[in-house]
């Protein structure tokens, strides 16, 4: 199954490892109290556990919010390790991410600034 996450606002990556036994209200008093930010915002959020073979999503959707748990049969997450930090990342490296690569690709090709000619 492919998860489309382009229709979030942002897409936030609570790096380190997180309790994979925490539900809904564990997680979203996670990201209020330890983090400062608004869980009910148009905002999907992504924690992983110790292992880094299975992954949750959490997102309100204007109702109520959804859990998602995904556990990989084959391969590892190149999951970023600072515990404190909190990453909002683009849809391309979401992509990489949930593919198994890191979020930092240093051979990409970035985006180019406005030069003068």
Not at 53 to 59: E, F, Q, S, T
Not at 72 to 87: A, C, F, I, M
Request: proline share 3%; hydrophobic share 40%; charged share 30%.
């Amino acid at each position: 199954m492919i998860i489309d996450f382009s229709m979030a606002k942002n897409v936030y990556i609570i790096c380190g490892n997180t309790d994979m036994r925490k539900g809904i209200d564990g997680l979203a008093t996670l990201i209020q109290d330890s983090f400062e930010m608004d869980p009910y915002g148009e905002s999907v959020f992504l924690f992983s556990g110790r292992k880094k073979d299975r992954y949750k999503c959490l997102v309100f959707d204007g109702d109520g919010f959804a859990l998602l748990y995904k556990r990989l049969d084959n391969g590892k997450l190149q999951w970023p390790r600072d515990e404190s930090e909190v990453r909002c990342l683009s849809q391309q490296e979401v992509r990489w991410l949930l593919e198994g690569l890191s979020v930092a690709q240093p051979k990409a090709i970035g985006k180019s600034k406005k030069g003068i000619f």
